[in-house]
């Protein structure tokens, strides 16, 4: 296919999907697709709730027209998905991805092009995409309808590595759709492109990205929790550390969102697939997963060496999104502090200038607040780096916790001698 006669459509227009719709539709007839009606009407009007593109940036892609009709995806000739692909119970959960399989079935026509930028396991385009695709639509792979693969390297909130300027993996199903959609992606990719013999080395490479950074994660906060036990800063240990040049730099913490900890799973179910344990992937994504339930018992034990009163203790937890400066809340572990401190009796708000308080409410059954309240609580947890929060001192935090509030530093955003834990 000539790029030049492409008839592009995005579908699903999250943090992966809207930046790829906008940016092609600034040089190409391009359609915005999401079933989310209001995600679409707020996009209609111009505003990006994610601030993942930001209002300006929608306004330039003159090209870009947004839907939530299905019949106006037989309009188009080239399909991207960027769909969720999220895990349930340690399991892949390919229904989003299934689900715009069965959608497109019902409008593709023959030679027209699908690439797809959801994380999977190896094998999962050709495994379960396809074969759906066949069925519905009646035409054969590769014959009538080709395939590519270019996973996304989307890192909400990050305004440094954007869309355009990260190296993108490309593949294809046939020579062809390689050379196809190496040039489409070339068009828009600043920073360029990274051909792959085929989709499942792409789908591979996007994993491992991923549970490497998981993993690497997990043996930071295994140190802290042993160095924690000792007696000794976490952070002052890796700062020395650090000054080996060949020492990676990670930082323990909470393991949520969309991507990091989702994927080991992904990786671990095909591997278990294949008649092999994933031991080191799955041992990282346990550690990570107990975070939260270790952080509130570090919080709990200090409060009762403090004698403060558990049940009834009020709670401040600065941050619910799943990482700094974005408004994603998916797979977010703030919330399993939150529940967590809530199974003890304690009374816990929530502060973050990022997070809809309806979203929050929907997905998690938990309030937020519009600000922290005065001299009300017994301590305070700084969960998220949100810049917001990196811009307060000690002086202001206390303000908002009794005499002897304590306060648990989970991102190191104050000195030292200004918190009373840090992990």
């Given at each position: 296919m000539d790029i030049n006669q492409c008839r592009i459509a995005v579908i699903g227009l999250g943090y992966v999907g809207l930046p790829l719709a906008v940016e092609f539709g600034r040089f190409y007839p391009t359609l915005g697709?999401?079933?989310?009606?209001?995600?679409?009407?707020?996009?209609?009007s111009g505003t990006d709730v994610s601030y993942e593109v930001g209002d300006e940036a929608i306004a330039r892609s003159s090209k870009l027209k947004l839907s939530a009709n299905p019949d106006d995806l037989a309009l188009c000739n080239v399909y991207i998905v960027a769909v969720p692909t999220p895990?349930?119970?340690?399991?892949?959960?390919?229904?989003?991805?299934i689900f715009a399989c069965e959608l497109l079935g019902k409008v593709l026509k023959k030679d027209d092009v699908i690439i797809f930028e959801s994380t999977v396991y190896p094998g999962a385009t050709e495994e379960k995409c396809v074969p759906c695709i066949e069925e519905v639509s009646g035409l054969k792979f590769n014959l009538d309808f080709f395939v590519g693969y270019s996973p996304e390297r989307i890192n909400p909130g990050d305004k440094k590595r954007g869309l355009t300027?990260?190296?993108?993996l490309?593949?294809?199903?046939?020579?062809?759709?390689e050379q196809f959609v190496r040039e489409l992606y070339s068009s828009i990719i600043k920073a360029g492109v990274h051909v792959v013999s085929s989709i499942k080395i792409a789908e591979a490479a996007k994993l491992i990205e991923n549970v490497q950074r998981d993993v690497n994660i997990a043996l930071i906060n295994e140190f802290s929790m042993i160095f924690n036990r000792l007696g000794i800063d976490t952070e002052e240990v890796l700062t020395a550390a650090e000054t080996k040049w060949n020492f990676l730099s990670?930082?323990?913490g909470l393991v949520g969102g969309h991507c990091i900890g989702v994927d080991s799973y992904y990786l671990a179910y095909k591997a278990e697939e294949i008649g092999h344990h994933a031991v080191m992937t799955l041992s990282g994504r346990r550690i990570n997963e107990g975070m939260a339930e270790h952080i509130v018992v570090e919080l709990i034990k200090k409060m009762v060496q403090r004698c403060f009163p558990i049940h009834g203790a009020r709670v401040l937890l600065l941050g619910c999104t799943f990482k700094e400066n974005c408004t994603d809340l998916r797979n977010t572990k703030i919330v399993d502090i939150a529940?967590?401190?809530i199974d003890y009796n304690v009374q816990v708000d929530i502060y973050d200038p990022f997070a809809n308080k309806d979203d929050v409410l929907d997905m998690y059954d938990l309030n937020t607040i519009l600000s922290p309240a005065l001299a009300a609580y017994d301590a305070v947890v700084l969960a998220?780096?949100?810049?917001?929060?990196?811009?307060?001192?000690?002086?202001?935090?206390?303000?908002?916790?009794?005499?002897?509030?304590l306060i648990y530093d989970l991102k190191y955003i104050l000195p030292k001698a200004s918190s009373d834990l840090r992990l």
């Open positions: 697709f999401d079933i989310n009606e209001k995600r679409i009407d707020q996009l209609g895990a349930e119970d340690s399991r892949p959960n390919l229904n989003p991805l300027q990260v190296v993108k490309v593949s294809g199903s046939t020579v062809e759709t990670f930082r323990p529940r967590k401190l998220v780096a949100h810049d917001e929060f990196r811009s307060f001192d000690e002086e202001i935090i206390r303000s908002w916790g009794k005499a002897q509030c």
